[in-house]
C-alpha cells in the first residue's frame, strides 16, 4: 500500500470511530506537524467542515444522517449539506415557504446568522423585505419570492386573529371527524394531507398536526416541504381500464 492511501485509510477509520475531529487531532494521527498534509488527505476522502465553531471540526461526507433541511449535528457541533454557513442560510432561505427572519434561522441553524444574512444581502444573494414589523430574508427569484412573502403574511394573519389553533381546544367532534377522513388515505395521501393542514396553521403546525394523527412530526413536515416545492408524482387517479369508454369505442359497439 502506498503511503498517501494508507494516510487516507488511517482518517478514515479514525473519523469512522470518533465521528468528527479538529485539525489537532488529525495531525497527531497522521504523526506530522503540517497542516497541508492533513488537509491534502482529507480531500481525498470527500470530507465536510463544520459551519459551526468556526469551520474547525471535519467529518466524512457519508457519516452524517441529515435531517429534512440537510442539517446534522453532532455532541453540539453542526454541518450541512449545502456547505459552509454562507451557503447553508442562502439554501436555507431560498428554499423556506416563507423565508426566515434571522431569529428564525438562528434557531434552526443553532448559531448566530444575522451577520452573514446581512452580507449575503449585501452580495444581492438573499433579498430583505420588512413585513409585519420584522425584516424576513427571501429568495431573490421574484416568482419565489412573491410565493414566500404570501405565505408569510397568511401566517401573520392568521396569528393576529388567534387562528394559531391549540389542540387542546378543538371540538372533539372535529379532531373525530379529521382522524376518521385521514384513516380513509393512503400512506402518502395521509403525507400531504398532514402537511396542508399543518401549512394552514403556520408556526408550531408541525407539531399541534402529529398531535392529532399520532404521526411522528418528521412525517408531517416531510409532507408540508412536498407539496410547497411541488414534489409530487400524481398517480394514476383510476385504475388502468377504468373510466367512461372513448367515443370510437362506443360507435364500434
Not at 32 to 38: I, Q, W
Not at 130 to 135: P, T, V
Not at 214 to 225: E, F, I, Q, S
Request: with cysteine.
Amino acid at each position: 500500500m502506498r503511503y498517501s492511501e494508507s494516510r487516507e485509510e488511517t482518517v478514515r477509520n479514525f473519523l469512522y470511530d470518533k465521528e468528527l475531529a479538529t485539525l489537532p487531532e488529525l495531525k497527531a494521527t497522521l504523526q506530522t506537524s503540517a497542516p497541508m498534509t492533513v488537509f491534502r488527505t482529507l480531500r481525498r476522502v470527500d470530507y465536510l467542515s463544520s459551519y459551526s465553531h468556526r469551520g474547525k471540526f471535519y467529518t466524512l461526507r457519508e457519516i452524517p444522517d441529515f435531517d429534512l433541511l440537510g442539517l446534522w449535528s453532532c455532541r453540539g457541533v453542526h454541518f450541512s449539506r449545502h456547505g459552509n454557513l454562507l451557503d447553508t442560510a442562502k439554501t436555507l432561505v431560498g428554499q423556506a415557504e416563507a423565508g426566515y427572519t434571522a431569529s428564525e434561522l438562528d434557531g434552526l441553524v443553532h448559531v448566530e446568522v444575522k451577520h452573514p444574512l446581512l452580507r449575503l444581502t449585501r452580495r444581492g444573494e438573499v433579498a430583505r423585505r420588512r413585513i409585519g414589523g420584522s425584516y424576513v430574508y427571501l429568495n431573490t427569484n421574484a416568482a419565489r419570492q412573491r410565493q414566500q412573502v404570501l405565505m408569510r403574511e397568511e401566517r401573520q394573519a392568521y396569528a393576529e386573529v388567534g387562528a394559531g389553533l391549540d389542540v387542546e381546544f378543538l371540538p372533539e367532534e372535529l379532531k373525530a371527524a379529521i382522524i376518521l377522513f385521514f384513516s380513509l388515505l393512503n400512506e402518502k395521501q395521509r403525507r400531504f394531507y398532514a402537511g396542508v393542514e399543518s401549512a394552514k396553521l403556520g408556526y408550531g403546525g408541525d407539531q399541534k398536526i402529529a398531535e392529532i394523527l399520532g404521526l411522528d412530526v418528521h412525517t408531517v413536515a416531510k409532507g408540508r416541504l412536498e407539496l410547497l416545492r411541488r414534489d409530487v408524482e400524481v398517480d394514476r387517479v383510476r385504475a388502468a381500464g377504468g373510466g367512461r369508454k372513448s367515443v370510437e369505442k362506443k360507435l364500434r359497439q
